[in-house]
């Protein structure tokens, strides 16, 4: 759905060319399905809702203004995002979730 990434501290960059900026790291841990793993959670520069791949949209329901990112182990890291202005504590409020191999 939105194609390869690169993904580190500062942004996230999609298959087509589009980039989400950080602007700050604002946790080291996020509550998945009830239990607190270790993550980082980004608060975005710029608030925003790509076009990416095929004419999908990152969220589809507003302008991302968190994401999150943990290992979730078998060489994997599930991406999440948000809208809103409260910063996220846990999956539970996120518009989507994306997953994938680290290489």
Same mark, same amino acid.
């Given at each position: 759905?939105?194609? !390869?990434?690169? &993904?580190?501290?500062?942004?996230?960059?999609?298959?087509?060319? *589009?980039?989400?900026?950080? %602007?700050?790291?604002?946790? !080291?841990h996020?509550? =998945?399905?009830g *239990?607190? =793993?270790p993550?980082?959670? $980004?608060?975005?520069?710029k608030? %925003? !809702?790509?076009?990416?791949e095929?004419?999908?949209r990152?969220c589809?329901?507003? *302008?991302?203004s968190y994401?999150?990112?943990?290992?979730?182990?078998?060489d994997?890291? %599930?991406? %999440?995002? &948000?809208?809103?202005?409260e910063?996220?504590?846990? !999956?539970?409020?996120?518009c989507?979730? $994306?997953? $994938?191999?680290?290489?």
């Open positions: 759905m939105t194609g !390869d990434i690169q &993904f580190d501290d500062f942004s996230i960059t999609f298959a087509n060319g *589009k980039t989400l900026e950080f %602007a700050e790291l604002i946790a !080291d996020f509550i =998945v399905g *239990k607190t =793993v993550a980082s959670v $980004y608060s975005v520069s608030p %925003a !809702d790509p076009v990416l095929n004419g999908n990152l589809g329901s507003g *302008k991302v994401v999150a990112a943990w290992n979730t182990g078998d994997l890291t %599930a991406l %999440a995002v &948000f809208t809103g202005d910063a996220p504590a846990s !999956d539970e409020e996120m989507a979730s $994306y997953t $994938y191999e680290n290489r």
